[in-house]
């Protein structure tokens, strides 16, 4: 046996000697030798079949030498005809206009060479296994195209384009079997529609990748939003270009689009949540760049929908998505806004400088921003921000009022007035003539201590009862402390003035002062209305 498995090494090596050079030959030089080659896998594959057949007790059929005869003809004619692909470098990979060049060859070069040495093969009886491995070859080749990390879908979509054309115009070259049935598919348009059909894939893999990583960069936590329009560009390119293709192909980039869509929005919604969680970026902004970011992804989707054919349940997902995320944003967005404002109003009224400022010119340029998309919820964003704000304000002055000296309450009016020009000069320009409308409880104080005697007084504490009838006695003993000129009969006074005409206040009123404590000052709170 190992004389004849020699004999078997010899006669293969001699029969690729000579289909290597059938291929790289020219004319019928070779077809006496290629013939000899066909009639010896004609006479391996009887031997296969007696051998399978026969019921003598021998080793199994792998052990016997042309059994593989087959097997490496196809892998020395796949190598050969590799070789002969025009080369693309890799540095040419993104390089649309080098890929289109390369196709090109492959349909002027590559493919009439292999056409060309096609008729020997045939007349050998090797046509069948010539077509198999220029298909295998052709199809290795394409997928190492689309395989690469680098490809984009523009170039992806070259090589799909080409694929399709060569499969509808039936290519009359080598990737086309002549001994197949007129009435069915013959093998080579088969390889040429598998081939479509594998590129597809990748060139939907491709539309997704670069979706989700465009979502990413556009609509990150911690980077001020972009602008919509720069979104819908990147995900309708994808699917025009689709459509200049087929019809079919653009509705299944539509259809990996908005799932792709979808799939950025849950991952989203979980980034968000963990922002909530861990509050990584402590500015108040992350919190309305969030805001915007959904408003953004809200037009987006609405202008998708209008452009692709979204399923009704993909809206509901979307627009849940959405609303939750708005919704837990929005009440993270006050409470740090709250807690912010707070922290630094405990010592606004003690020192000279402080950071009060800083907050409120930081919040109004970002509203500024915020209200160019024009959403609905931006005005009553604002105004609720207007009103932790003045609660917070009115907080921090009466309280801290009580513990300052007289030296140091007679400089608050003029902090008072400062800050209230720059409240207002803030909201006017976020909200306009809205902010007119406005409660201004911090006006009505100036105007309180700011009257000249006992009797104006009086007259200006009528509208602010008015306003804000849940103020207590508590609260408007604490803002005469600021008066430092106010004697105690004048006190007692306006505290009785405040006790003939406070009413109790109505449950759906938007109050001020009720959540307001304030502790007991040098003055106490007795019975006596002087207080």
């Known amino acids: 046996m190992g004389k004849s498995e020699s004999l078997y090494k010899l006669l293969a090596e001699r029969m690729w000697t000579v289909v290597g050079e059938a291929i790289s030959g020219s004319g019928r030089t070779f077809l006496e030798p290629l013939q000899s080659v066909g009639e010896s896998l004609k006479w391996e594959k009887q031997k296969e079949a007696e051998w399978l057949g026969s019921s003598q007790e021998t080793g199994p059929v792998s052990t016997w030498s042309p059994n593989f005869w087959r097997k490496e ?16 470098s890799s540095s040419a990979n993104a390089n649309e206009t080098a890929l289109k060049q390369h196709l090109s060859q ?15 093969f045939e007349e050998a009886g ?73 590129t597809e894939e990748k060139l939907l893999a491709v539309a997704k990748k670069e979706v989700g990583k465009a979502l990413k960069e556009a609509f990150d936590i911690g980077k ?24 079919s192909l653009s509705e299944k980039v539509e259809a990996v689009c908005l799932e792709e869509c979808l799939s950025f929005l849950e991952s989203y919604e979980n980034e968000v949540r963990n922002f909530l969680q861990h509050d990584g970026c402590p500015e108040i902004c992350s919190g ?74 930081s919040l109004k340029q970002s509203f500024l921003v915020f209200g160019k998309k024009k959403t609905d919820t931006y005005e009553a964003l604002v105004k609720a921000v207007n009103t932790i704000i003045i609660a917070e304000y009115v907080q921090a002055l009466l309280t801290t009022s009580r513990k300052l000296s007289s030296v140091q309450r007679r400089r608050i009016v003029s902090k008072m007035e400062e800050d209230h020009r720059m409240l207002q000069d803030v909201f006017k320009e ?14 009505a104080i100036l105007e309180l201590i700011q009257a000249s005697d006992s009797e104006g007084m ?23 402390d600021i008066k430092v000129s106010l004697n105690r009969e004048d006190r007692a006074a306006l505290l009785a003035a405040f006790h003939d005409n406070c009413r109790e206040s109505k449950p759906e009123v938007n109050l001020l002062f009720a959540d307001i404590e304030i502790k007991p000052g040098k003055h106490g709170l007795c019975g006596c209305l002087c207080c």
């Open 106 to 120: 492959l349909e002027t070069s590559f493919f009439p060479s292999l056409e060309h040495g096609s008729g020997v």
């Open 73 to 88: 003809l196809e892998e020395q004619l796949i190598q050969y005809m590799t070789a002969q692909i025009p080369l693309l």
């Open 288 to 361: 309305l760049w969030i805001l915007e970011n959904c408003c953004i992804l809200r037009a987006v989707w609405c202008k998708l929908t209008y452009i692709c054919s979204a399923s009704t349940s993909q809206d509901v997902k979307v627009n849940g998505f959405l609303d939750r995320m708005e919704d837990e944003i929005t009440e993270h967005f006050l409470q740090t806004v709250a807690s912010k404002v707070k922290e630094t109003l405990k010592e606004h009224f003690k020192k000279c400088e402080s950071s009060f400022d800083h907050i409120l010119k």
């Open 126 to 198: 090797l046509l069948s296994t010539y077509a198999y491995c220029c298909h295998a070859s052709l199809s290795s080749h394409l997928a190492m195209l689309t395989d690469s990390s680098h490809l984009s879908f523009s170039q992806c979509l070259l090589v799909y384009e080409w694929g399709l054309k060569m499969y509808k115009s039936g290519s009359e070259t080598c990737l086309r079997s002549r001994q197949s049935p007129q009435n069915s598919l013959s093998f080579g348009v088969q390889c040429l529609l598998w081939i479509v059909l594998k």
């Open 458 to 480: 009086k007259i200006a504490l009528l509208p602010i009862l008015k306003e804000f009838p849940d103020l207590r006695k508590e609260h408007l003993s604490a803002v005469l």
């Open 430 to 443: 976020c909200l306009g003539p809205a902010a007119d409308h406005l409660k201004d409880p911090i006006r």
């Open 224 to 247: 001020p939003p972009c602008a919509d329009g720069a979104v819908i560009q990147i995900l309708t390119e994808k699917t025009e270009s689709a459509w200049h293709v087929s019809e």
